[in-house]
């Protein structure tokens, strides 16, 4: 199960599910969550266009091998990962991870982060990945 909220973290996150999927035969679910605060949840087709983005984003190969299973859910996005993860009985959860610029004590005092969430009350094991360096938006 691979979380995505279009951020150029997840986005990257979910090209790492998808190869991660390839290489493991597995299939992969791509999870968009439209939040109240999101720009897509006052939107009539909010979720049908989430959906399209998170198409857009896997490689159309990954339909030949194992077609993916497009998710988009409603509501609080820890809460919708976690509850995904135990309905669909994935093996793992991977999401993007902002990098924390600063003391790295300031990530420790972070815990109402949607990752931390996760982490705290995932039924897998949950891998978070960074931007690859020198990828960091400017």
Same mark, same amino acid.
């Given at each position: 199960?691979?979380?995505? !909220?279009?951020?150029? +973290?997840? !986005? #990257?996150?979910?090209?790492?599910?998808?190869?991660?999927?390839? +290489?493991?035969?597995?299939?992969?679910?791509?999870? &968009?969550?439209?939040?109240?605060?999101?720009? /897509?949840?006052?939107?009539? !087709?909010?979720? $049908?266009?989430?959906?399209?983005?998170?198409?857009?984003?896997?490689?159309?190969?990954? #339909?030949?091998? $194992?077609?993916? !299973?497009?998710?988009?859910?409603?509501?609080? =996005? =820890?809460?919708?990962?976690?509850?995904?993860?135990?309905?669909?009985g &994935?093996?793992?959860?991977? /999401?993007? =991870?902002?990098?924390?610029?600063?003391?790295?004590?300031?990530a =420790?005092? /972070?815990?109402?982060s949607?990752?931390?969430?996760?982490?705290?009350?995932?039924?897998?094991?949950?891998?978070?990945?960074?931007?690859? &360096?020198?990828? +960091? $938006?400017?």
């Open positions: 199960l691979c979380a995505v !909220n279009f951020s150029p +973290e997840s !986005n #990257e996150a979910l090209q790492y599910a998808n190869s991660l999927a390839e +290489e493991y035969h597995a299939r992969l679910t791509a999870l &968009a969550v439209v939040t109240s605060s999101s720009q /897509m949840a006052g939107d009539a !087709n909010g979720s $049908a266009h989430a959906r399209q983005k998170l198409r857009d984003l896997v490689p159309l190969a990954s #339909e030949f091998w $194992a077609p993916p !299973n497009y998710l988009v859910e409603r509501g609080d =996005a =820890a809460e919708r990962i976690v509850e995904t993860a135990k309905f669909r &994935a093996s793992l959860i991977v /999401m993007g =991870a902002k990098t924390v610029r600063g003391p790295a004590s300031v =420790a005092h /972070m815990p109402s949607t990752i931390h969430k996760v982490l705290a009350h995932a039924p897998c094991p949950v891998l978070a990945v960074h931007r690859a &360096a020198g990828l +960091e $938006a400017t």
